[in-house]
């Protein structure tokens, strides 16, 4: 009976140990997003809709996916010639 009162608390010891010193670590303070990336989940959060629309109207071209559909929808968003 003693032997388990000794180990549950030296356990319980342990425990918090390691509780407290995963406590001491300082975290470092979340970043803002830069222009770019605000600008970059604008397009995506864009052409996902339209992908949503183009697939519920069945406006999508036979084999393609998000990824070819992200990258023309992307590529267009910013200006470039491809549709």
Do not use: D
């Not at 069945?58 to 070819?68: A, C, H, Q, R």
């Not at 559909?69 to 491809?82: D, H």
């Amino acid at each position: 009976m003693m032997n388990r009162i000794v180990s549950t608390a030296l356990a319980a010891t342990m425990a918090l140990a390691i509780v407290g010193s995963a406590q001491a670590v300082e975290t470092k303070p979340k970043k803002e997003p830069t222009a770019a990336q605000i600008a970059a989940r604008e397009r995506m959060t864009k052409c996902s809709a339209e992908w949503k629309e183009a697939r519920a109207a069945k406006k999508i071209e036979p084999g393609m996916k998000w990824p070819k559909f992200w990258s023309a929808c992307n590529t267009r968003l910013k200006g470039g010639t491809r549709a």
